[in-house]
């Protein structure tokens, strides 16, 4: 449980600031919409991840029956709600959608560059 909130911890303060590095560089460069769809992108990036690392060590945790609370439902749901944010932001342009991929990327990227360090470490 330790190393589960260690890691959400380590991407949310890594990943939050590689975000806002790069949205403050899309103010000034390009302009406030696509610095919103980084914004957002990166958001569901940090959603996404914080989602997914938690199935995975209820799976994983032994000692209980969390892991058995897990159902179809639960992994259904959540690609189910990313295509439906995806397809808001698409339809009603809130944000760019290249600059919302954009975001999502570099939270990915963040992702593999802790996992490579944790696993050098």
């Keep these: 449980m330790e190393q589960e909130k260690r890691l959400l911890k380590s991407l949310q303060i890594k990943g939050g600031i590689a975000i806002l590095i790069t949205a403050i560089l899309a103010i000034f460069f390009i302009s406030i919409y696509e ?41 259904t749901g959540k690609p189910l709600f990313l295509l439906i944010l995806f397809f ?23 992702i593999t560059a802790e996992g490579l360090r944790q696993d050098t470490s």
Aim: no cysteine.
């Design 88 to 110: 808001a932001i698409i339809k009603w342009q809130l944000a760019n959608i290249l600059a919302v991929i954009i975001g999502f990327t570099i939270i990915l990227i963040v």
């Design 35 to 75: 610095a919103a769809g980084i914004i957002i992108g990166g958001l569901i990036g940090i959603l996404n991840f914080s989602m997914m690392i938690r199935f995975v060590y209820k799976i994983l945790d032994s000692d209980s029956t969390k892991g058995k609370g897990i159902n179809l439902s639960q992994y």
